[in-house]
Structures are given as C-alpha cells and as structure tokens.
C-alpha cells in the first residue's frame, strides 16, 4: 500500500500558531467544559510552535 505525500507550503510553527487563534476564537462562543478544553489545546499548540522555533534555531548548542 502506498502512502501519500505532499510537501507542506506552511512552516509547522505558524500552522500551530493559526489552529491555536482558531481555537481561541472558537472557544469564545463554546460552554465552559468544552471553552477549558480548546483553550488547553490552544496553550498546547502555542507552547510545541515555540519549542519547535527554539529547537531549530540557530543559537542552540549540540550536546557536548
């Protein structure tokens, strides 16, 4: 069985970034259990956007 691929146009930090505003957004018009759940997620999203920015920058150090 073969896989498809596709080569992806938008960097992974800035997808992260807009599902995290996306959720927010929703999250305003949602109950309170489900609003703590997509703001979780969001925080969640936001927090990988920023590791993956710190892990490929060009200021981290290989391990010594």
Known sequence: ?????FKQTVPLEE???EQA?????EARFVRTGER???IERA???EAA???????TSPGLQ???
């Open 1 to 5: 069985m073969l896989r498809r691929r």
């Open 36 to 38: 703590d759940r997509l």
């Open 49 to 55: 956007a920023h590791l993956t920015d710190w892990l």
């Open 21 to 25: 505003k996306r959720w927010r957004e």
């Open 43 to 45: 925080r969640q999203a």
């Open 15 to 17: 997808r992260l970034i």
């Open 62 to 64: 290989p391990p010594r």
